[in-house]
């Protein structure tokens, strides 16, 4: 710290321009890379099993249960609004 010189900034504007040509050059790179469709896989798409349909379903019929007329949750209610949908929906038969 004490040895080495301060940095003018002549030095520093040069460094800052230095390092934002290479990331313009970076992001060059990668935008034409992603212009080939080959190049990039899509994920697969899981398939949705038929207990989350029925969980999803049951959660949305009696979320409004358990939240306040301006529509935020009342206190502990996600919690037993989660533990009755998975009720409804029939969880835990084993």
């Given at each position: 710290m004490f040895g080495?010189?301060?940095?003018?900034?002549a030095d520093y504007n040069r460094?800052?321009?230095e390092g934002f040509r290479a990331g313009v050059?970076?992001?060059?790179?990668q935008s034409s890379a992603s212009d080939n469709p080959g190049s990039q896989t899509?994920?697969?798409?899981?398939?949705?099993?038929?207990?989350?349909r029925k969980y999803?379903?049951?959660?949305?019929?009696?979320?409004?249960?358990?939240?306040?007329?301006?529509?935020k949750w009342a206190s502990g209610?996600?919690?037993r609004a989660v533990k009755?949908?998975?009720?409804?929906?029939?969880?835990?038969k084993r």
């Open positions: 080495q010189p301060i940095m003018s900034p460094g800052y321009q050059e970076y992001a060059s790179q899509t994920p697969k798409k899981r398939k949705v099993s038929a207990y989350n999803k379903a049951a959660f949305k019929k009696i979320a409004p249960r358990y939240k306040t007329k301006n529509g209610g996600f919690k009755e949908a998975h009720r409804i929906a029939g969880g835990k």
